[in-house]
């Protein structure tokens, strides 16, 4: 007869522990490859002899996992031949047949720049075709943009000789035409002009809506002593996007302000027991300061001097008046930088009362 040896307590479970473990498998996972999406908002537009492409750093991969670190974005470029029509090229023509043009470094979610510098047989003999590729820091890559497709034009060369006139009410930038294209045709024939300006530091904004036909450009919404810069492109169409040249040499702006407030206007003045007493209108400037009462006295010489500190408001009683002395009064108007008008119109009254 067999002994058979039972097992019991916990020596027994974990043999039952073992045996399920060594049971049937589920299926093998492929390890999780991460790749980057490609970067956004793609765009491309030609600038005088250049192409400008921007578009956005991807934040995540397509797991929705997020980038770690600054990764790279590669731009590829295709050369096809111009068309009647421009049509893209397919993204997988581009990577079979493209080139890598220049890889920009970026953080991710921040937009990116590339300016493509165009060779003298490019322009108006083919079509661009350009598309990116997201490089994370380790090396993966994602698939290649929507290709954007560029037929370079003889776009006119840039503005020449900027130059300012100051008005008390605007600043008028003046510019001279370029007289030729890119690549040296005669006339240029720009349709019309863009304008932009910028803080001392800042980025430069468009200042007009739509195309100027011709200089000058009117700068009504600015500061004396205010630093700006301007530069000018001239514009190929009529029509956003705007097709336009480089951008002109810049032309740096603190305008001074020379300009004195216009005389105080509407006078009206009144005698009373002792004294004289005169009113007029506000002035319309910005940085008025106040106002200067001068008064003269019958047969004395020249205008003194009641308030040789500007006053804020437009009244003033003058009660150093003799009894029936004849004063005339006249005034001025101060603005924040120390520009005095010239006098206003002379008011005249005689004392009925005061000293004797």
């Given at each position: 007869?067999?002994?058979?040896?039972?097992?019991?307590?916990?020596?027994?479970?974990?043999?039952?522990?073992?045996?399920?473990?060594?049971?049937?498998?589920?299926?093998?996972?492929?390890?999780?490859?991460?790749?980057?999406?490609?970067?956004?908002?793609?765009?491309?537009?030609?600038?005088?002899?250049?192409?400008?492409?921007?578009?956005?750093?991807?934040?995540?991969?397509?797991?929705?996992?997020?980038?770690?670190?600054?990764?790279?974005?590669?731009?590829?470029?295709?050369?096809?031949?111009?068309?009647?029509?421009?049509?893209?090229?397919?993204?997988?023509?581009?990577?079979?047949?493209?080139?890598?043009?220049?890889?920009?470094?970026?953080?991710?979610?921040?937009?990116?720049?590339f300016a493509y510098e165009l060779a003298p047989r490019e322009i108006e003999a083919c079509v661009l075709n350009f598309a990116l590729r997201a490089r994370d820091p380790g090396g993966?890559?994602?698939?290649?943009?929507?290709?954007?497709?560029?037929?370079?034009?003889?776009?006119?060369?840039?503005?020449?000789?900027?130059?300012?006139?100051?008005?008390?009410?605007?600043?008028?930038?003046?510019?001279?035409?370029?007289?030729a294209t890119i690549d040296g045709r005669r006339p240029a024939a720009p349709i019309g002009y863009l304008v932009l300006r910028a803080e001392e530091t800042g980025p430069f904004e468009?200042?007009?809506?739509?195309?100027?036909?011709?200089?000058?450009?009117?700068?009504?919404?600015?500061?004396?002593?205010?630093?700006?810069?301007?530069?000018?492109?001239?514009?190929?169409?009529?029509?956003?996007?705007?097709?336009?040249?480089?951008?002109?040499?810049?032309?740096e702006v603190r305008a001074k302000d020379e300009f004195p407030p216009r005389p105080p206007l509407g006078i009206v003045i009144v005698a009373g027991e002792g004294f004289i007493s005169?009113?007029?209108?506000?002035?319309?400037?910005?940085?008025?300061?106040?106002?200067?009462?001068?008064?003269?006295?019958?047969?004395?010489?020249?205008?003194?001097?009641?308030?040789?500190?500007?006053?804020?408001?437009?009244?003033?009683?003058?009660?150093?008046?003799?009894?029936?002395?004849?004063?005339?009064?006249?005034?001025?108007?101060?603005?924040?930088?120390?520009?005095?008008?010239?006098?206003?119109?002379?008011?005249?009254?005689?004392?009925?009362?005061?000293?004797?």
């Amino acid at each position: 007869m067999t002994k058979r040896t039972i097992l019991r307590g916990p020596l027994a479970v974990g043999f039952a522990v073992l045996a399920a473990a060594c049971g049937h498998k589920g299926p093998l996972l492929p390890p999780v490859v991460r790749v980057p999406q490609p970067p956004g908002d793609f765009t491309c537009l030609q600038r005088g002899s250049r192409v400008l492409l921007r578009w956005t750093n991807p934040e995540s991969y397509v797991d929705g996992e997020p980038m770690p670190g600054p990764g790279t974005v590669e731009v590829w470029v295709l050369e096809t031949p111009k068309a009647e029509k421009v049509a893209p090229a397919a993204a997988a023509d581009v990577e079979a047949k493209g080139q890598v043009v220049g890889r920009v470094a970026g953080k991710a979610g921040e937009p990116g720049e590339f300016a493509y510098e165009l060779a003298p047989r490019e322009i108006e003999a083919c079509v661009l075709n350009f598309a990116l590729r997201a490089r994370d820091p380790g090396g993966r890559v994602s698939a290649l943009t929507e290709v954007c497709a560029c037929a370079p034009q003889a776009l006119p060369r840039p503005p020449t000789d900027l130059r300012v006139r100051v008005f008390v009410d605007r600043l008028e930038v003046g510019w001279t035409a370029p007289e030729a294209t890119i690549d040296g045709r005669r006339p240029a024939a720009p349709i019309g002009y863009l304008v932009l300006r910028a803080e001392e530091t800042g980025p430069f904004e468009l200042l007009t809506a739509e195309p100027l036909k011709a200089p000058p450009f009117a700068d009504k919404d600015f500061e004396f002593e205010h630093p700006y810069r301007y530069v000018v492109r001239a514009a190929a169409n009529t029509a956003a996007p705007y097709l336009t040249s480089d951008d002109s040499p810049v032309l740096e702006v603190r305008a001074k302000d020379e300009f004195p407030p216009r005389p105080p206007l509407g006078i009206v003045i009144v005698a009373g027991e002792g004294f004289i007493s005169l009113s007029w209108e506000p002035g319309p400037e910005k940085d008025l300061a106040g106002y200067k009462v001068w008064r003269r006295a019958e047969g004395e010489g020249g205008f003194l001097a009641l308030t040789p500190q500007p006053i804020l408001e437009n009244a003033y009683t003058d009660r150093a008046v003799e009894k029936g002395a004849k004063y005339t009064y006249t005034l001025t108007a101060v603005d924040s930088r120390g520009n005095e008008s010239e006098r206003s119109a002379a008011a005249v009254e005689t004392a009925r009362g005061g000293r004797p």
